[in-house]
């Protein structure tokens, strides 16, 4: 028998083995949470985690309980201003009004970088200020490139020099960047002569090229960035909820007789459902669209936010080296032009020219013109620049603000603005993409410093956490998903550098294709490596709600294509209203909104056509006259879908009726379905002038033409 005090003894030592264990259990979970990059112990397992269901999110809003934290606007500073609200255990909410990085967010240049100009307008004006901001940057840079590494890159970017004395004067400058960015320095920058600075970029002009300047910095997919910090945010906690637009303020009377912003009306705007969702701050971090809720707290303030607006084009791939970018530092107007590879194409910009705030802005011709004259100051005669070659445009609103509390309020900040309204409502606005992290945590300090009740568990440790995707990623996954699941090699890369380690999910969505290699994969349209299961994705994990959110913030393509966006619209639409349940009517309206917003993305290219005079010879004109009647084998005096099916089949091709409808589309100016003699003058006249390029019908009738001489024994 034990005696007590052995039983005593031998209890106390279980109790304590119990409480050792639950402390390494604990110590455990705190040593697997900073291996997995968490800043919360208590988070879900980010390598497991899913998203909830959009109605879930919603469920709970509007309901008593009263949030610490409301976040109004979906982009890059709201999202992240949510995680790191989140992530230091306060109950947060974000609402967007459309998709996240439905605006500004996802219409940058896709650079992540500290800013060469900034730097030279500090070392020249002896700006503190500016230098702290790209010294800020370039850490915010190195940040990002390690925190999202599926989503980011390091980018080589070539600045050509054309006169013997910009070469060390350019040089010091991108040496003193290097110098800047310190240990957080992605590679040292060089000097390259002539040839090898063509052997890196043949493209470049070489009449009077010196050589060229390299240097690094990062690029990254905006949109799918934005998107996985918003995800990030809700596996730390807070709550999302998109297409949910801000009515209103919520205000409340303090005993002193102060009203104070205390919540919001929103509403869900797929449902018309109404909420007042209550929280003890609110967070006004809705870029170019700053002043509208500012107004709501006091509709006499002053405005702050004078937007610019910015255009990119996209052009074929062929116009730069797949891993090198180009930086003309001295547009004809003092603009800097960036033109750079990205996803398998080429974008350029930007412009910057004050504009109006507008839903959705859109390129202007004359913006699109100024790039393409630009480009072609830098590259090879050889290089054709054509306007046909334009694939898509689009212009984003960049918030340029003016500081509230500043003496000058007429003078536009570089940096970041913070404005807290005496009602406590709290503005964040300015900034640039690359900084996004430091404003909000800027932001969030500032909430807890002047909301007396707002109270953080933890202190900010965004710096370093790793964002959704990125925990199981390494390079070679791409190869696994392959092997595993018989994808094809372009679409596994495409997979792991948008999804990361969710790619795996993706790919058991895939279908099969029927054919032998590859096995799954269904792509939406053939020469873009997207593929059908990603808008099951999509709707399923990533709350895209609409075909806009799919063919714009999820895929990409609407900025890549607007063509290849079109010909996929109507299989997206089947897809999402296979797993929306979407009616027939719901399937029309997404069908002519989307059609609309492509249309915004630089669609009316076919418009441009009616724009070049037709400048034709007689004798051209009736040699394109005996195209046209060898092709209307009607003789009715237009080409339509019976026609071409006639001109196809004889030259051994095989198309689909919708395949059909887009070549007469690409010609029908007047949308008639039918292409009449006036426009195919037009086309041939667009094509000679470079207005449009690579018709698919010019191509065809070409070939056809071809194989008629032939059998009449003549030349072509």
Known sequence: MFSLRTSCALAGAAVAGVAAISDSRNIFSQLQAQNLGQVNPDAPDPRTWRMRPRSEELS???KDDQYDVIVIGGGATGSGVALDSASRGLKTVLLEREDFASGTSARSTKLIHGGVRYLQKAIMKLDREQYNLVKEALHERANLLKIAPHLSSPLPIMLPVYRWWQVPYYYAGIKMYDLVAGRQCIKRSYFLGKSKALERFPMLKKDKLCGAIVYYDGQHNDARMCLAIALSAAREGARLANHTEVTGLVKEKLEDGTEVVRGVHAVDRMTGKEFVIRAKCVI??????TDTIRKMDLQERAPICQPSAGVHIVLPAYYSPASTGLLDPSTSDGRVIFFLPWEGRTIAGTTDSPTDITNRPQPTEEDIQFILDEIRHYLSPDV????????????GLRPLVSDPSSKNTASLSRNHVIDVSSSQLITIAGGKWTTYRAMAKDTVDRAISVIPDLEAQRASATDGMLLHGAHGYTPLLSIRLAQDYGLDGEVSEHLCQSYGDRAMEVAKLASLTGCRWPVVGRRLVSEFPYIEAEVRYAVRHEMALTAIDVLANRLRLSYLNVQAAQEALPRVVELMGEELKWTKEQKKTQ??????????????VRDEIRKVPINFTLSEIRSYEEIFKRVDSDGDGHISILDLRKVLTEIGEEVTDSQLRDLIAEVDTNRNSLIEFDEFLEMMSALKTGAVANSRLALIVKQYRRIEVERSGGSF
């Not at 006004?284 to 669209?289: L, S």
């Not at 054709?384 to 212009?395: E, H, P």
């Open 284 to 289: 006004n971090a809705t870029g170019p669209f």
């Open 60 to 62: 709970s809003l509007g």
């Open 591 to 604: 069908l002519e909104t989307a059609e609309a917003f492509i249309m915004s993305m630089g669609g009316k």
């Open 384 to 395: 054709n620049v054509r306007r046909g070659d334009v694939l898509a445009a689009w212009s």
